[in-house]
């Protein structure tokens, strides 16, 4: 009879902005900040929500942005990840999105 040998998994080291500290299981490296959900309608009745978080899969790996867009009547769900630059640039295009539709553009 053989034994196999068990290293212990150390703990997780969060970010400042873990919702999972201390709450991490062995397995689970990755560290989410508080997600913002947008519930979304629009005028052919689609109904889904967006979201976006602070996520870092490990330590091992940087810091950056997840968003989740859900669309139930187009069967869409995605989980986009974005790096700060990236999520910069999305927030500046839907600025000027808006800044055009309310005339400021």
């Known amino acids: ?43 052919d009745d689609e109904q889904g929500h967006f979201c976006a978080m602070a996520y870092r899969p490990d330590e091992d790996s ?12 187009w069967d869409v769900d995605v989980d986009p990840v974005l790096t700060t630059g990236e999520a910069r640039e999305l927030i500046e295009a839907l600025q000027a999105a808006v800044d055009q539709v309310e005339g400021a553009g």
Do not use: F, Q, Y
């Not at 053989?2 to 299981?25: A, D, K, Q």
């Not at 940087?62 to 009547?73: A, F, G, M």
């Open 62 to 73: 940087p810091e950056d942005v997840k968003i989740h867009l859900e669309l139930t009547r």
């Open 1 to 43: 009879m053989t034994t196999t040998e068990r290293h212990p998994v150390p703990p997780v080291v969060c970010t400042p902005w873990c919702e999972g500290r201390n709450h991490h299981l062995p397995i689970d490296r990755a560290c989410w900040g508080p997600a913002r959900h947008i519930p979304i309608a629009s005028a």
